[in-house]
C-alpha cells in the first residue's frame, strides 16, 4: 500500500497545491491570487470565460510558465519545471508527430523518460492504445485518424506515463458535439477503472458538471477565484435533469451577472467546502 500524506494538521495533505497564483505575460495579469487544492483521485475542473487565465494555471501547474507571485506544489515539493509526474492532454489535434505511428507516439515520453525498456514500453502503449478503443490501429499514422481517436491517443500517451495529475486543456473542444459526448463518458468510465488525479480546464459549464467532482470558478480577466463547489453528484446521465439545469444557471448567473460587486473568494473562505455536498460563492 503506498504511504498517504498527511499534513500537520492530521488531514490528508493536497497533491497538488496552488497558493496565491498570480500569472503575468509581460504587462498583462492573466490570474490574480489563485489558490486551490487538488486532492488524490479528484476531478478538479477550472471554469471560466475565455481569457481568464484557465490554460495559463494548467501551464503552470505542467511547470511551463512560472507564477509571478505564489505558488504551485505537488506531493509538497515546488513545482519547478516539467515532470512526469504531470503530464498535459492539449485541445489541439496536432500534438502527436505525424511522422511516428500510434504505438511510437504512446511509447516516445516512456522511451525519453527511460523508465521502462523499449520492448516494455511497446507493451504498455500497446496496453493503454487498447484500453482506449484504438487497438488495431497500433500502425496507423495520425493523418489517417479522427480528431476523437487522435485525442484517445493523447489520452493513453498521458496514461501510459501514469503521472499523479493528468492535465486536460479543453481536450474534447475542437470534437462534434456527439463525439465530445462519448469521450466525456470514456473519460468517466476510465476515471471509475483508475481513479487517477484529473485537472481539468473548460470553459463549457454542462462539461464541467459531467467531468468534474469539484470546480472552481473563475472570474473574466484577470481570473480571480470566484467560488468552488462539489458537482460529483452530476454526469451524463443526469444532463438535463432540473437539478442540472439549475446548477448550471446558478453557476451562468456567478460568472455572468454576480450579485453585486464580484469579489474573489479567499482560500480560507472556501476551507471546509470540499466536505459539503452543495457549493458556496464568494461573499
Ligand atoms: N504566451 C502569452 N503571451 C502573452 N499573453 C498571453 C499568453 N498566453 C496567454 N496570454 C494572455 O493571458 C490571459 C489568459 O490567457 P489564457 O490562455 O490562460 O486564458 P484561457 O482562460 O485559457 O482562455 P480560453 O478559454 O480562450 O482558452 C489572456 O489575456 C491572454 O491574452
Ligand atoms: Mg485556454
Redesign the pocket.
Known sequence: MSLQIVSPTGGIAPLLRAEGVSLE??S?R?THNVSFDVYRGDRFVLL??????????LKAAAGFVRPRAGSISINGAPVDGPGPDRIVVFQEFDQLPPWKSVLENVMFPLLMTKRVSRHEAAERAAHWIARVGLGGFEHAHPHTLSGGMKQRVAIARALAMQPDVLLMD?PFAALDALTRRKMQEELGRLWEELRFTLLF?T?SIEEALVVGNRILLLSP?P?QVRAELNSHQFDLASAGSPEFQAATQRIHNLLFNPVGPAQAATHAERAGQAASPDWSAAP
Open positions: 505575460y509581460g498583462t492573466a471560466g470565460p475565455s481569457g481568464c487565465g484557465k490554460s495559463s494555471l479543453e480546464v470553459h480577466h481570473g
